[in-house]
């Protein structure tokens, strides 16, 4: 059974960066993601990278509008372990940050970590 662990959240003032880490156990995925919810608010989608059917190997990344330009995801197969880069960060960034990983062929996310929490002061 895979497990997700997420970590890297914390308490921050407008504008400044923080890295979320995703440590993956039991299995490798080829599509990952980042979401998030805010208190009162439905879980959004933030960022998500898809391994291509490439020999290459290169993947595909995809981002929410609200973070483009800001956040990064990337991901390090060594250590089975995506990332989230989020600079500039605004108050409206506050939220739980979950990974989420698929391997159904309709591409729902059906496995998830347990949540880090993000806060951002202004």
């Known amino acids: 059974q895979a497990q997700l662990v997420e970590s890297g959240g914390g308490l921050v003032q407008a504008g400044d960066s923080l890295r979320l880490s995703c440590e993956v156990s039991?299995?490798?995925?080829?599509?990952m993601g980042w979401f998030r919810q805010a208190p009162g608010k439905e879980r959004e989608f933030v960022a998500s990278?898809?391994?291509?059917?490439?020999?290459?190997?290169?993947?595909?990344?995809d981002y929410a509008d609200s973070v483009k330009g800001r956040f990064t995801i990337s991901r390090d197969n060594a250590k089975n372990t995506v990332y989230l880069q989020m600079n500039s960060l605004k108050p409206e960034d506050t939220a739980v940050y979950y990974c989420?990983?698929?391997?159904?062929?309709?591409?729902?996310?059906?496995?998830w970590g347990q949540g880090t929490q993000v806060t951002v002061s202004s």
């Open positions: 990278t898809r391994r291509t059917e490439s020999v290459l190997a290169s993947y595909y990344v």
């Open positions: 989420a990983a698929s391997d159904l062929a309709n591409n729902r996310y059906n496995y």
């Open positions: 039991g299995r490798t995925f080829r599509r």
